[in-house]
Every structure is written in C-alpha cells, then in structure tokens.
T-cell receptor, first 113, second 112 residues
C-alpha cells in the first residue's frame, strides 16, 4: 500500500493557462475527495466522488474547475483559464467504504504568475 | 451545518511541558471529530478521531483528546511535548457524507 499519491507535486503556470492535477487513491477506497488549502488556512472542501459518481461540489468550485473520476480509480482536477487567486495547495484524500477516516496525499502546490 | 473553532492560532511550549490545543465545535447532530497534524512539506496525518464511543480518545505519538458534549469542546492534549511535535494542528468535524470541515489551524512551536 503506497498511500494516496498526487502528481505533479508542484506546478507553476501563467495566468490564463489550463492545468490538470492527478490523484491516485489507496486501492479499494471508493470515496475520493478534493480540498484546497491557501496559506495560513485549513483545507476547504471542493468536491467528492463515490466510485465514478461526483456527488457534491462546493460553491468554491467555479465553472473553471472540473473534476473527473472516469473508472472509479484515479481522479483528475482541471482548472481552466487560471487566475492568481487559484494559487493554493490542492489536496486529495480517499476513504474506505463505510469508514470516515480520510487519508490524504501530499498535495499539489499551484502557483499562478 | 457544522463547524469548528480553534481558539488559538499559535501555541508555544517548552520541550517536556504539556501541550493543550483548544477546539470548540458546532453541530446539529452527534458529530464525528478528528485532529489532523500537518508537518512542513508533508501531508495531513490523522492523530485521532472521536465517533461516539469513548469520550476520551487516545491517538498516535502520545496525544489524546476528550469529547465534552456539555461544553461542545474537543481539546487535544499531550503530557510532554517533543521537538518533533512542532507542526500545524487542525481540528476537524465530519458531516454525514464524510465531508470534512477544518478549523483554521493551530501552529505549535516547541522550544528547547
């Protein structure tokens, strides 16, 4: 068991570019969550999946953000037309069916110039 | 709706002395509560969780927390701080779908 992995670990992009992040959850974890953490704050919920179904999206997730989990395994989070305010750490977590404990990946740190 | 409030943004302790991190929660039902720790450049790690079993919860690395419904509190303690405890600590409440609501965090500094 290698834990939750996220790629890339760091991303620097220019304003207006699109970026995509990937999360690989712990195998057999059917729930997958995305959070965003800005400097000096706690993580904030963005969206989550149960298997391949996206069940909830936060109001923080504007129409420039889209997340997918096509086969119920890995997930991608895409940000279109990035803005400087999108600069943050993007965290992925997964949990086992029926259990509340979420296991977090190391995060992808995004810097929009 | 549920929320958590961490009462201290920074706590400084001397090595070997007790640590107390305070957290109050608000929830319309019996909550599930967690403490997570985040070391610099590392992922969030679960310290302990409360899920309506024993009110005194023991976690990893000598930490424990007590759930007090009458005070709506879930304070985290450790009898003797170690240098490796320097990190950011988050009090967290979970909704019925497992969505986590994090507090703003408490930065712990441990001095020799």
């Amino acid at each position: 068991d290698t834990g939750v992995s996220q790629n890339p670990r760091h991303k620097i992009t220019k304003r207006g570019q699109n970026v995509t992040f990937r999360c690989d959850p712990i195998s057999e974890h059917n729930r997958l969550y995305w959070y965003r953490q800005t400097l000096g704050q706690g993580p904030e919920f963005l969206t989550y999946f149960q298997n391949e179904a996206q069940l909830e999206k936060s109001r923080l997730l504007s129409d420039r953000f889209s997340a997918e989990r096509p086969k119920g395994s890995f997930s991608t989070l895409e940000i279109q037309r990035t803005e400087q305010g999108d600069s943050a750490m993007y965290l992925c977590a997964s949990s086992f069916p029926g259990q509340e404990t979420q296991y977090f990946g190391p995060g992808t740190r995004l810097l929009v110039l | 709706a549920q929320s958590v409030t961490q009462l201290d943004s920074h706590v400084s302790v001397s090595e070997g002395t007790p640590v107390l991190l305070r957290c109050n929660y608000s929830s319309s039902y019996s909550p599930s509560l967690f403490w997570y720790v985040q070391h610099p450049n590392k992922g969030l790690q679960l310290l302990l969780k409360y899920t309506s079993a024993a009110t005194l919860v023991k976690g990893i690395n000598g930490f424990e927390a007590e759930f007090k419904k009458s005070e709506t509190s879930f304070h985290l303690t450790k009898p003797s701080a170690h240098m490796s405890d320097a990190a950011e600590y988050f009090c967290v409440v979970s909704d019925s779908w497992g969505k986590l609501q994090f507090g703003a965090g408490t930065q712990v500094v441990v001095t020799p």
